[in-house]
């Protein structure tokens, strides 16, 4: 393994799935300026993500509707015909 391409400053981070609301806690050096009371009773740094494996279609088996920032009302209008 090469040296030096890794980053430094591991730590523990919670990342919360803005979908579900699902939290989970793991090793990160994503940096954050947010931070959340896990259940331990110790806060951690949290990243937002928009989607994770409990809210992935593949993960889940199911299929799951989210539009973010109107892309669909953008596509709509981008391709409507001229009438």
């Not at 980053?7 to 954050?32: C, I, W």
């Not at 494996?53 to 669909?72: C, E, L, Q, V, W």
């Amino acid at each position: 393994m090469k040296k030096s391409i890794h980053p430094d400053g591991y730590r523990m981070v919670v990342f919360k799935d803005t979908s579900n609301e699902t939290m989970f806690l793991t090793r990160s050096s994503a940096q954050s300026k947010e931070t959340v009371l896990w259940e331990d009773g110790k806060e951690y740094p949290v990243i937002k993500v928009e989607i994770s494996n409990t809210s992935h279609p593949f993960y889940t088996g199911k299929s799951m509707f989210i539009d973010t920032a109107g892309r669909i009302e953008k596509f709509k209008k981008r391709y409507e015909k001229k009438a």
